[in-house]
Every structure is written in C-alpha cells, then in structure tokens.
C-alpha cells in the first residue's frame, strides 16, 4: 500500500514556494563579462560608424554582461513586460558614452545598443539586478580590471602586430588573476585578430571567478592585435 505524505508545516510549505520562485527567476549560474576592442571591430570587411558624441577612446569598451549556465546555453528576451527605459540610467549616461560606446551603423547616441543588451540579456538578471543596476554594475566592472593596461604592461600592445594568443590570455590572468576566454574576428584581408574578451562574474553579480565555460571562439596560435 502507496501511503500519501501530508504536511501541514507551513514553514516548509513557505520554504519550497521560496525556492521554487528563486528556481524559476534565476535561469543561469553565472555572467559573462565581455569587452571588445574597437579597431576589431572598425577593420572588417563591414565597417563601423562612430557615435555621435566623437571616436572613442583607444580602449576596450563594453559589449554587454550576459547571463549564462554552466551547459554553455543561455536565457535571453526574458521580460518583455519591463522593456528598456533610458530615462532610468540618465545619472549613467556620459559614463555610458564612453565606456560601452557603439560602433554599429548608422551612427547614434548608444540608446539602440544598450536597449538590446538590456532587453535581450538584462531582462533575464532581474533575480539580482534592475534596470539601472544593471548598467551601474556593469559599469564597476570594466573599473576593476584594466585589459588594455593588462597587456601593454606585458609588452602587447595595439599596433597591428602579431602576438601569440597564450601571451595574450597569460597577461590578462597575470594583471587580473582570472583566465579569459578569448574571441577573433577577421579584418577586410581576412586576417585573424584580438576581438573579443570574455571574463566571468558570479551569480549575484558580486565578483570575478574562473569561467564554469568558455564561449565557443576560433583564434590561431598567433594573432594580430589593430591600431584605433
């Protein structure tokens, strides 16, 4: 005889409805961070055009902070009912310009670009982070690891020559203490190069750690890093 369980603690019952609504909000174990070089992005076959608020500077600039799970999937376009609002990250707005430009084209004031990486990868944070923590903590993080210092400190340096890719991710994990995942694109000679730079963040958005995954990405053993 299959005997039925019942419980009439409404502590427990009060606790899995917790943890059932945290299951369901918090679809990821982790971020990632990503930053991509300028020139990569200038120099291919497609072009770019700069913001309306002048070039950027010659630095790595954001390209988003993405939820992600240990599998390598991720969530996306998670809340369509909370949708980019620029007048909440208004106090953000000049730090925005130049720390997480847009490249793409036509040329705009940034609004496009962050919307998207707002409603595509921010609506799916909302566990742990709002809409302006969000841009406010991604902001902090580019603050606590300068990549581009990290590798000219080791003789890297943004000139169109070519270094080797473990050179590359051994001055950033020497500057930071976290190995990073690294993405290349191709210039107009098609040409392989310094793209992108993945590093990753826990859950609560709090901190660093060593990447659960790396990003699916094909480097040569030797590629080149372009002037801006």
Not at 79 to 95: Q, Y
């Amino acid at each position: 005889m299959i005997m039925k369980m019942q419980s009439n603690n409404p502590l427990l019952f009060i606790t899995l409805h917790c943890l059932l609504v945290l299951s369901a909000s918090q679809d990821f174990d982790f971020f990632y961070f990503v930053q991509q070089w300028p020139g990569s992005y200038c120099d291919t076959k497609q072009g770019c055009c700069y913001p309306s608020s002048g070039k950027p500077a010659s630095d790595f600039g954001i390209h988003g902070l993405w939820p992600n799970r240990n599998d390598g999937s991720y969530p996306s376009n998670c809340d369509s009912s909370n949708p980019f609002d620029a007048s909440k990250i208004s106090d953000l707005t000049s730090k925005m310009q130049s720390d997480w430009p847009t490249l793409s084209c036509p040329s705009n004031t940034g609004i496009t670009f962050w919307g998207h990486e707002w409603d595509k990868h921010g609506t799916c944070s909302e566990s742990v982070l709002n809409q302006h923590d969000y841009f406010a903590t991604t902001l902090s993080l580019k603050n606590e690891i300068d990549l581009l210092q990290a590798l000219q400190g080791a003789g890297i340096q943004p000139n169109g020559q070519k270094y080797s890719l473990s050179s590359i991710k051994g001055a950033i994990k020497g500057a930071s203490g976290y190995t990073p995942g690294i993405q290349c694109n191709n210039d107009s000679s098609g040409n392989s190069q310094l793209y992108q730079i993945y590093l990753c963040v826990d859950s609560s958005a709090s901190g660093f750690i060593e990447c659960p995954v790396f990003p699916n990405g094909s480097c040569g053993s030797s590629i080149e890093f372009p002037s801006f």
